[in-house]
Nanobody, 112 residues
């Protein structure tokens, strides 16, 4: 039932790094804008970063300069490299394809 599968979350100290991965079916990956969203307890889900099929990227202001979204078309995979992590980055991170398919989410916890 889950069309997208995220991995790479975990516990990291402030200032550390994590790399999230998301694998999608080729039929969805090739035709969709891929995005990473996050949701903290009691807060709305927000867009973190997005990338088009041609490689154009967009980032939330809060993560610009720290996070990098990329894609490997041969592996049907999108990545989110997260550097200089802050406690406020703590959330469940979800992979999205064209707003029609979602992953189960992967927990990212950044300690002070």
């Amino acid at each position: 039932q889950v069309q997208l599968v995220e991995s790479g979350g975990g516990l990291v100290q402030a200032g550390g790094s994590l790399r999230l991965s998301c694998v999608a079916p080729r039929s969805i990956f090739s035709l969709s804008i891929m995005g990473w969203y996050r949701q903290a307890p009691g807060k709305q889900r927000e867009l973190v970063a997005a990338i088009t099929s041609t490689g154009t990227t967009n980032y939330a202001d809060s993560v610009k300069g720290r996070f990098t979204i990329s894609r490997d078309n041969a592996k049907n995979t999108v990545y989110l490299q997260m550097n200089s992590l802050k406690p406020e980055d703590t959330a469940v991170y979800y992979c999205n394809a064209g707003t029609i398919a979602w992953g189960q989410g992967t927990q990212v916890t950044v300690s002070s």
